[in-house]
């Protein structure tokens, strides 16, 4: 079998992850990269059980676990205290836990690999205008300027929602802005004041306050890095987001207070509306997510509202199952495409579904979603097989609608 030359756009997650795979399998990984620096920016994302087994594969999980947040569990209140939803890791095993980070810190254990692997050479500052065919049935990636990287024998997108990519293939079924995003704000919490749960706080459908418990900040960040972190995030409509940042700051800080008087200290670090990164999600659906020669993965095959907080997670396991299938069929890159295709159908499927179904009723201007919501999910939650199915959602092992659990690498 002769290595597989592949070029990689993007080095977000799923990219990077990618490249060690197949590079550790022997290909040729060149990864494309539109930004010339990469740095470790973003705040908080929860790597759930799915994605540490592929970080424990890639052999850099114990550098991001060291500077993450353990987390036992997923408590959501109401405005009024009551507790809406309470779920809990160790009530489907023992071995699952969540890790809060800080988004850098995946990204600088992923990037650090990449620079030092042999097998991998990184292009930064390349921006990609589209794919061309080849004459030999492999692509060229091209920039706005019309010169040509490539060819490859195998061309892997992983640029993001916004990606350029997918119109050259003619996979792509929607790719829609959600009218509803976040901002977000990573605080210091040297006293740990957040510590072992996602803490949630819900007023209708039109208010929701996360509290994150994020761990260390990155170690290229060099303000801050050993201080414990936590994220702030807002649920806001986009059209709201201008007038928020002109005139509604300080009634913003006053509806954080009446809804959690703990995060007093946080506000107090967050001294005008510039400092809060707004984040728009976006809902994406391909079908199947492969060509002959070219691959989608991550975000730019299957955006979501991170409702279920799978983003990173589902990116990864991505990263994973493209390069077992390769693996498995390394010289009929045809069928290991289908496979691989076929392999995520379930998983991915599951997931699109449940968040797409999920997201309304907690941010949307549908009061009566609340309502709803306010008064099944307590009854719900406490009916043991739901519970569980709520668990096994949280932690990204749900295989699909017939409730199977996916398998863990060792």
Request: net charge neutral.
């Given at each position: 079998?002769?290595?597989?030359?592949?070029g990689?756009?993007?080095?977000?997650?799923?990219?990077?992850a990618?490249?060690?795979?197949?590079?550790?399998?022997?290909?040729?990984?060149?990864?494309?990269?539109?930004?010339?620096?990469?740095?470790a920016?973003?705040a908080?994302?929860?790597?759930?059980?799915?994605?540490?087994?592929?970080?424990?594969r890639?052999?850099?999980?114990?550098?991001?676990?060291?500077?993450?947040?353990?987390?036992?569990?997923?408590?959501?209140?109401?405005?009024?205290?009551?507790?809406?939803?309470?779920?809990?890791?160790?009530?489907?095993?023992?071995?699952?836990?969540?890790?809060?980070?800080?988004?850098?810190?995946?990204?600088?254990?992923?990037?650090?690999?990449?620079?030092?692997?042999?097998?991998?050479?990184?292009?930064?500052?390349?921006?990609?205008?589209?794919?061309?065919?080849?004459?030999?049935k492999?692509?060229?990636?091209?920039?706005?300027?019309?010169?040509?990287?490539?060819?490859?024998?195998?061309?892997?997108?992983?640029?993001?929602?916004?990606?350029?990519?997918?119109?050259?293939?003619?996979?792509?079924?929607?790719?829609?802005p959600?009218?509803?995003?976040?901002?977000?704000?990573?605080?210091?919490?040297?006293?740990?004041?957040?510590?072992?749960?996602?803490?949630?706080?819900?007023?209708?459908?039109?208010?929701?306050?996360g509290?994150?418990?994020?761990g260390?900040?990155?170690?290229?960040?060099?303000?801050?890095?050993?201080?414990?972190?936590?994220?702030?995030y807002?649920?806001?409509?986009?059209?709201?987001?201008?007038?928020?940042?002109?005139?509604?700051?300080?009634?913003?800080?006053?509806?954080?207070?009446e809804?959690?008087d703990?995060?007093?200290?946080?506000l107090?670090?967050?001294?005008?509306?510039?400092?809060?990164?707004?984040?728009?999600?976006?809902?994406?659906?391909?079908?199947?997510?492969?060509?002959?020669?070219?691959?989608?993965l991550?975000?730019?095959?299957?955006?979501?509202?991170?409702?279920?907080?799978?983003?990173?997670?589902?990116?990864?396991?991505?990263?994973?199952?493209?390069?077992?299938?390769?693996?498995?069929?390394?010289?009929?890159?045809?069928?290991?495409?289908?496979?691989?295709?076929?392999?995520r159908?379930?998983?991915?499927?599951?997931?699109?579904?449940?968040?797409r179904?999920l997201?309304?009723?907690?941010?949307?201007?549908?009061?009566?979603?609340?309502?709803?919501?306010?008064w099944?999910?307590?009854?719900?939650?406490?009916?043991?097989?739901?519970?569980?199915?709520?668990?096994?959602?949280?932690?990204?092992?749900?295989?699909?609608?017939?409730m199977?659990?996916?398998?863990?690498?060792?």
């Amino acid at each position: 079998m002769r290595p597989l030359d592949i070029g990689i756009i993007g080095c977000g997650t799923a990219g990077p992850a990618a490249a060690l795979f197949l590079a550790e399998q022997g290909h040729d990984v060149t990864i494309y990269e539109r930004v010339e620096q990469p740095r470790a920016v973003g705040a908080g994302i929860i790597l759930q059980p799915t994605g540490q087994a592929v970080l424990q594969r890639l052999g850099v999980f114990e550098h991001v676990k060291e500077r993450g947040a353990r987390l036992d569990g997923l408590v959501v209140h109401r405005e009024n205290g009551k507790t809406l939803i309470e779920l809990s890791y160790a009530s489907v095993s023992e071995r699952y836990y969540g890790l809060g980070i800080h988004r850098g810190v995946l990204f600088e254990a992923l990037f650090n690999a990449v620079k030092r692997h042999p097998r991998i050479k990184l292009l930064l500052g390349v921006t990609g205008d589209g794919l061309v065919r080849a004459a030999n049935k492999r692509f060229f990636m091209q920039d706005a300027h019309g010169q040509r990287f490539g060819p490859h024998d195998l061309i892997i997108a992983a640029d993001g929602a916004k990606s350029r990519f997918r119109d050259d293939t003619g996979l792509l079924r929607t790719a829609d802005p959600y009218p509803w995003g976040a901002l977000w704000y990573l605080a210091d919490d040297p006293e740990r004041r957040f510590s072992g749960k996602l803490y949630q706080t819900v007023s209708g459908t039109r208010r929701m306050l996360g509290m994150l418990p994020t761990g260390r900040g990155p170690e290229l960040d060099g303000s801050g890095a050993q201080t414990n972190k936590v994220s702030l995030y807002w649920s806001i409509a986009v059209d709201q987001v201008e007038s928020f940042r002109r005139t509604g700051f300080e009634a913003w800080k006053a509806e954080i207070r009446e809804l959690r008087d703990d995060a007093d200290f946080v506000l107090d670090q967050i001294e005008s509306p510039e400092q809060l990164l707004f984040s728009q999600y976006h809902d994406v659906v391909m079908s199947p997510w492969h060509t002959r020669a070219v691959v989608h993965l991550g975000d730019s095959a299957h955006a979501t509202s991170p409702q279920l907080g799978q983003g990173a997670n589902l990116a990864l396991w991505d990263a994973m199952v493209l390069a077992d299938a390769i693996a498995e069929e390394p010289s009929e890159l045809v069928r290991a495409l289908s496979n691989y295709s076929r392999l995520r159908r379930s998983h991915l499927g599951y997931y699109q579904f449940a968040t797409r179904a999920l997201t309304p009723f907690f941010q949307s201007n549908h009061d009566a979603l609340g309502v709803l919501r306010d008064w099944f999910m307590p009854i719900a939650s406490r009916v043991p097989f739901v519970n569980r199915a709520m668990v096994l959602g949280m932690t990204g092992t749900m295989a699909g609608f017939t409730m199977g659990e996916l398998e863990l690498p060792a």
